[in-house]
């Protein structure tokens, strides 16, 4: 089974993510101009102070598929099939807490997979570059060599990402790098059990990158953020920690 990977030793295909991601720093505005579905109109936005309403994955992980079982037909909680624990959402990772030491003069990172059926699937890649860190939680300046231990974790009932520590900072010019896909929703992305023509409105529309500061905060939509309709991610620049979903 592949396991959560530090981005500094992943392949082609993440290093060719993370060169994307960098460009995004330079050209925030310019990209989100191009993203290849065209931007929401105002009237198809959730009103101000309406809660999000998170993607769900679609369908169960494979031991639950085995054995005729979804989602839906279990009780609320983490079932257990043949002796191994799941999430009631379906969203099988290879990793559901990680973390790593971010370096200030280094570039480091980490990546997150789902099991789509029988193949790892990037869920969640997460790049700090070089100089990206700014200041600690408690407000002291981070220079080279200082380093931070850094952890995501993944709330699979709610499909939020959690960052920490509270108070981390990255600097505007070169923050941190965050892409999250949500391809795991098999197009259902209103939960009716169904792809179809509302969904791709809410693709189209509605779908985007929201962020909660603390549990007890409202959740904000992250504007900044760039859709990829063709692949099923974000993208986005975060230049402090907080929790993150894809949502409409």
């Known amino acids: ?72 037909t279990l009780i609320a909680g983490d079932p257990m099939v043949e002796g ?74 709610d499909m939020v990402a959690h960052f920490e520590p509270t108070g981390l900072a990255f600097r505007s010019s070169k923050p941190a790098l965050l892409q999250l896909w949500y391809a795991g929703a098999r197009g259902d992305l209103n939960g009716d059990s169904g792809a179809d023509a509302s969904d791709s409105a809410i693709e189209l529309t509605a779908l985007g990158l929201w962020y909660q500061e603390t549990a007890a905060d409202p959740w904000s939509r992250l504007d900044a953020a760039v859709q990829s309709v063709s692949d099923d991610w974000f993208r986005a620049a975060l230049e402090h920690f907080s929790g993150y979903a894809i949502a409409w």
Request: glycine share 10%; net charge negative.
């Open 84 to 157: 191994l624990s799941f999430s009631a959402t379906g969203l099988e990772l290879d990793a559901y807490t990680v973390s790593f030491w971010a370096v200030a003069g280094q570039s480091r990172g980490i990546q997150i997979n789902w099991l789509d059926t029988d193949t790892w699937q990037p869920y969640l890649i997460f790049d700090v570059p070089i100089d990206a860190l700014k200041t600690l939680p408690d407000g002291r300046p981070i220079v080279v060599g200082d380093s931070v231990l850094i952890t995501v974790t993944i709330d699979t009932l």
């Open 1 to 72: 089974m592949q396991g959560a990977t530090a981005t500094g030793q992943k392949g082609n295909d993440v290093r060719m993510s993370r060169h994307w991601m960098l460009g995004l720093v330079a050209g925030t505005v310019v990209l989100a101009a191009c993203r290849d579905s065209a931007g929401p109109p105002a009237d198809g936005l959730p009103a101000l102070g309406r809660a999000p309403q998170q993607v769900r994955w679609a369908d169960g992980p494979p031991a639950l598929r085995a054995v005729g079982l979804t989602p839906t």
